[in-house]
T-cell receptor, first 112, second 114 residues
């Protein structure tokens, strides 16, 4: 799986968009970009994933650059409940069970 | 609501005792996983199962065993608990098909071994 780099921490005002960057300059052509988050004392939560096109779901949007070397997770209207550690993970699809490796992630704090 | 349930939520256990952590999913996922999470070490895979009837060892399998008698259940057993097994344990599942590698996690079991 390609290595990812994320800022250690970010703050965001409640109600504003939170933009979380991730660098993955060594990404391979078949590797997807996944985003998870972990709210304190809870299990990791899947947010979104994509290959090369931008993706949107009810939780967030994922913007992947044309060269696929970086991406941004966008929470359009952050709430206090979005305070969590956000993990960007790059991995190729597999037809069998395989460990999901979380890096250090970005601690997002949404401020009132 | 579809998802993964784990039991118990938390447990304090005397060293040397046997303990089974339960995990059930209702998404009909083929693959299931057990992770432990320790401060500063992130999530580490203990055991996994690609499909009912099969299991495999992850990164840190020693002291743990699993079984997968059916699609829905994936219990994790500590035969003789030791203090180093104090951790938060997360069960996860995924469809197990190529291209659908998303893992979904349960709420976790906080285990303290004294």
């Amino acid at each position: 799986d390609a290595k990812t780099t994320q800022p250690t921490s970010m703050d965001c005002a409640e109600g504003r968009a939170a933009n979380l960057p991730c660098n993955h300059s060594t990404i391979s052509g078949n590797e997807y970009v996944y985003w998870y988050r972990q709210i304190h004392s809870q299990g990791p939560q899947y947010i979104i994933h994509g290959l090369k096109n931008n993706e949107t779901n009810e939780m967030a949007s994922l913007i992947i650059t044309e060269d696929r070397k970086s991406s941004t997770l966008i929470l359009p209207h952050a709430t206090l409940r979005d305070t969590a550690v956000y993990y960007c993970i790059v991995r190729a699809p597999s037809g069998s069970a395989r460990q999901l490796t979380f890096g250090s992630g970005t601690q997002l704090t949404v401020l009132p | 609501i579809a998802g993964i349930t784990q039991a118990p939520t938390s447990q304090i256990l005397a060293a040397g005792r046997r303990m089974t952590l339960r995990c059930t999913q209702d998404m009909r996922h083929n693959a299931m996983y057990w992770y432990r999470q320790d401060l500063g070490l992130g999530l580490r895979l203990i055991h996994y199962s690609n499909t009912a009837g099969t299991t495999g060892k992850g990164e840190v399998p020693d002291g743990y065993s699993v079984s997968r008698a059916n699609t829905d259940d994936f219990p994790l057993t500590l035969a003789s608990a030791v203090p180093s097994q104090t951790s938060v344990y997360f069960c996860a599942s995924s469809e197990g098909q190529v291209g659908t590698d998303t893992q979904y996690f349960g709420p976790g079991t906080r285990l303290t071994v004294l």
